[in-house]
């Protein structure tokens, strides 16, 4: 059963270069937060995006899931757990994940085994 209650905006940022010929959409709560080398973010720009995420219980589980913008490909590093943190303070839950528009989990991300 899927129930979708609340929306919650977060204003994110997101290197132009990576999303249009990189490896794709990954926003970031702070922008110029990045691990790229110095020559490539000279190169590249941050843009800001307005991305919506909807409260959702499904399978008895409280998610938050992408609704608007381009479709988040990843969260990279400490992005999905400030994200998580964020969302739910923001609106006084506890949720426990986040997925993009097309069910993908951006965070927790399952752990690679060895």
């Known amino acids: 059963m ?26 970031q709560l702070l922008q110029n937060c990045t691990n790229n080398s110095s020559v490539m973010s000279a190169f590249s720009g941050y843009k800001s995006a307005d991305i919506e995420f909807d409260l959702t219980i499904y ?22 757990v400030d994200l998580l943190n964020s969302l739910n303070s923001e609106m006084k839950v506890n949720a426990i994940k986040i997925i993009n528009k097309f069910g993908d989990i951006l965070y927790p991300k399952k752990q690679k085994k060895n």
Do not use: R, S
């Open 2 to 27: 899927k129930t979708t209650t609340t929306i919650a905006t977060k204003t994110m940022y997101y290197d132009i270069y990576e999303c249009e010929f990189g490896d794709g959409f990954y926003p």
């Open 59 to 80: 399978n008895n589980e409280l998610i938050w899931v992408q609704n608007n913008e381009k479709n988040i490909t990843g969260l990279d590093g400490n992005h999905g």
